[in-house]
């Protein structure tokens, strides 16, 4: 008889998207004139880079050639785009990050969860709340946690709440915990990390044996020169830290597929018998074993992020989108609303006004406005009460979104 993974009745139905579905086709088959506008979702509105799509095209001539085409590439990614991720995003910064520690992916989502496969059973997990849902349901999969209570937390995770009070940043627990997931620039409150604060946990981590995933998939929308973009500017994140990047929101790769994951070789935690294990051996084994690597024609791509046009051109999408931002948070600003993140972050945090609950005030703003955000109690009980609003969107969807709030919520 065939046995599922229990673990998955665990997980609590897709609630977020699918209601936020459900509310606007509601409303829209209510209301067929509304022209409705949604700045609910996280990904990418803009074309790919030129660069990156003359690569591509460029790789696949090769592909149609004898002489030039490539069959199986290396598990961990081509060497070429290994070193210059090394040398643009780690080593310029002064991160001593080698190419051989980097590997290539098809994407920071699937890393964040296939991290797990090479971590035991029994660590004490922590995640802020709100946060990002993949890595609670990731570890809801993996059969590390317990059941779900009414307020969506899961039994045997520790979360660490985030709100306006501490500067959307947890405070170090005061309890062990061996897995620690930060992500900086966050998903979904826009807010930053210092330094400092980076430090806090780098220290808090290697007194602890515990290991920090941290998601830089949005450090490309950092503006603030005082701001790190990698874990690894911080002393002693060699020691305790896996960091994840993206190519997904900088160079607008989300139906591309391209990422990368950063295990150094000084990483270790335990076995059972208490002995060593360094972390980057079974990542490399567990990526030769279970993923075959990115197409060739895609890391051609993510290279061409590096050339000198590709720079440019990734700079000035980054420009377009904090523009985006900068208008979301003036004119929510203007009117009357509380906003936070936005600054070095394509997602504005919003505070619900008057009380309102994070799913009145999506109603609201469907109803008087048109406008779809995504409620922030569905990335967590401590999320409500909250908003986001994405900044990828057309120049004309922002202005024609806040030009409506202004009118309707202006006193
Ligand atoms: C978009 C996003 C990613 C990137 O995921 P990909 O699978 O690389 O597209 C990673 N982390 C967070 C928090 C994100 O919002």
């Not at 998207?17 to 979702?41: K, M, S, T, Y």
């Not at 069959?71 to 190419?99: M, N, S, T, V």
């Not at 994407?107 to 035991?120: A, Q, R, V």
């Not at 523009?323 to 009357?336: D, M, S, W, Y």
Request: net charge negative; glycine share 8%.
């Amino acid at each position: 008889m065939a046995k599922i993974n229990d673990n998955y009745l665990k997980l609590k139905a897709g609630y977020l998207f699918p209601e936020i579905a459900r509310r606007v086709n509601a409303f829209a088959q209510a209301n067929p004139d509304a022209a409705i506008i949604r700045l609910g979702i996280g990904d990418v509105t803009e074309p790919l880079p030129e660069a990156c799509r003359l690569a591509m095209v460029q790789a696949v001539a090769e592909m149609g050639n004898r002489e030039t085409f490539k069959g199986y590439g290396p598990e961990q990614g081509y060497e070429w785009l290994r070193e210059k991720i090394a040398q643009h995003d780690f080593q310029a910064r002064g991160c001593d990050i080698d190419a051989s520690e980097i590997f290539i992916s098809d994407g920071s989502k699937c890393d964040c969860g296939n991290i797990l496969d090479i971590f035991g059973k029994d660590n004490t997990i922590a995640v802020t709340d709100p946060v990002y849902p993949v890595y609670v349901d990731t570890n809801v999969m993996a059969g590390n946690t317990g059941e779900v209570n009414e307020k969506g937390e899961y039994a045997g995770l520790v979360y660490l709440p985030i709100s306006a009070e501490n500067n959307f940043t947890a405070e170090i627990p005061n309890q062990r915990v061996d897995l620690i997931y930060l992500c900086f620039p966050n998903n979904p409150t826009g807010a930053t990390a210092t330094k400092e604060h980076l430090q806090a946990w780098v220290d808090y981590a290697r007194a602890h044996n515990s290991i920090i995933f941290f998601d830089a998939a949005y450090e490309a929308f950092i503006s603030d020169s005082n701001l790190p973009h990698s874990i690894y500017e911080i002393p002693g994140a060699r020691e305790c830290a896996i960091e994840f990047r993206s190519f997904s929101k900088n160079a607008g790769f989300t139906g591309t597929r391209c990422a990368l994951t950063v295990v150094p070789k000084t990483l270790t935690a335990k076995a059972s018998d208490g002995s060593d294990v360094e972390l980057w051996k079974l990542w490399n084994r567990r990526q030769s074993t279970k993923f075959n690597g990115v197409s060739y024609i895609v890391q051609r791509g993510a290279e061409a992020v590096y050339s000198d046009a590709g720079q440019a051109q990734v700079k000035a999408l980054i420009n377009f989108y904090m523009e985006n931002a900068k208008i979301i948070r003036e004119q929510l600003t203007a009117a009357g609303l509380q906003v936070y993140g936005g600054v070095n972050a394509p997602y504005v945090w919003v505070k619900t006004p008057n009380g309102l609950s994070s799913w009145d005030f999506f109603d609201k703003l469907l109803h008087t406005c048109n406008v779809v955000g995504t409620p922030g109690s569905g990335f967590g009980a401590a999320g409500e009460g909250y908003f986001r609003i994405s900044a990828f969107n057309s120049r004309q969807n922002v202005e024609t979104a806040m030009a409506r709030i202004i009118d309707k919520f202006k006193a």
